[in-house]
T-cell receptor, first 112, second 119 residues
Framework: EDQVTQSPEALRLQEGESSSLNCSYTVSGLRGLFWYRQDPGKGPEFLFTLYSAGEEKEKERLKATLTKKESFLHITAPKPEDSATYLCAVDPTPSGTYKYIFGTGTRLKVLA | NAGVMQNPRHLVRRRGQEARLRCSPMKGHSHVYWYRQLPEEGLKFMVYLQKENIIDESGMPKERFSAEFPKEGPSILRIQQVVRGDSAAYFC?????????????????FGEGSWLTVV
């Protein structure tokens, strides 16, 4: 069964304390892996799309990497405004119908 | 999230009433998806639509739930005879295409969601 697992469930960091969030997946065929950020009461905000092992994407303090079994979201020198839930999703559908499988997210809290 | 418009943002319904959630995709997007987020659970795919066609509704409950995306106007997710278990956040998303191209053109973008509370 296709599955996405995110860890840790929750993470508290001091401002400036770098860390990584993990997304491990087991799917029959990966068509894409996606990272989203979700603030309370809001919809998921797109961050990155990764398609193949070895691929990396960066945006400000965030860097996403992909291997054949997992993805990492590295947060460098985080700020309080980076506090949010970070969601990982995979699209395993060969036909590309976008039945994304989401993990339950990592709730990140960055303390000033 | 800019571009995918959902309304209402919050909706309260009594058990047995109907809920209608509306979604207008981003400009230039012709593919619409509905996802549901239950408390403490991940987002779950419900249905994928194009104009006047339901492409994949495998994630949608067989009874009481229906979706449409008419030629004119927004996509609508309809829940008849709501029950307390329907209380959730319902997210609409859209994309330009579904074909795998290796670019971000087939990424889906979400709206702000409609929070349904059944009392």
């Amino acid at each position: 069964e296709d599955q996405v697992t995110q860890s840790p469930e929750a993470l508290r960091l001091q401002e400036g304390e770098s860390s990584s969030l993990n997304c491990s997946y087991t799917v029959s065929g990966l068509r894409g892996l996606f990272w989203y950020r979700q603030d309370p009461g809001k919809g998921p905000e797109f961050l990155f799309t990764l398609y193949s092992a070895g691929e990396e994407k960066e945006k400000e303090r965030l860097k996403a990497t992909l291997t054949k079994k997992e993805s990492f979201l590295h947060i460098t020198a985080p700020k309080p405004e980076d506090s949010a839930t970070y969601l990982c999703a995979v699209d395993p559908t060969p036909s590309g119908t976008y039945k994304y499988i989401f993990g339950t997210g990592t709730r990140l809290k960055v303390l000033a | 999230n800019a571009g995918v418009m959902q309304n209402p943002r919050h909706l309260v319904r009594r058990r047995g009433q109907e809920a209608r959630l509306r979604c207008s995709p981003m400009k230039g997007h012709s593919h619409v998806y509905w996802y549901r987020q239950l408390p403490e659970e991940g987002l779950k795919f419900m249905v994928y639509l194009q104009k006047e066609n339901i492409i994949d509704e495998s994630g949608m409950p067989k009874e009481r739930f229906s979706a449409e995306f008419p030629k004119e106007g927004p996509s609508i997710l309809r829940i008849q005879q709501v029950v307390r278990g329907d209380s959730a956040a319902y997210f609409c998303a859209s994309s330009r295409r579904t074909t795998y191209t290796g670019s971000s053109g087939n990424t889906i973008y979400f709206g702000e969601g409609s929070w349904l509370t059944v009392v």
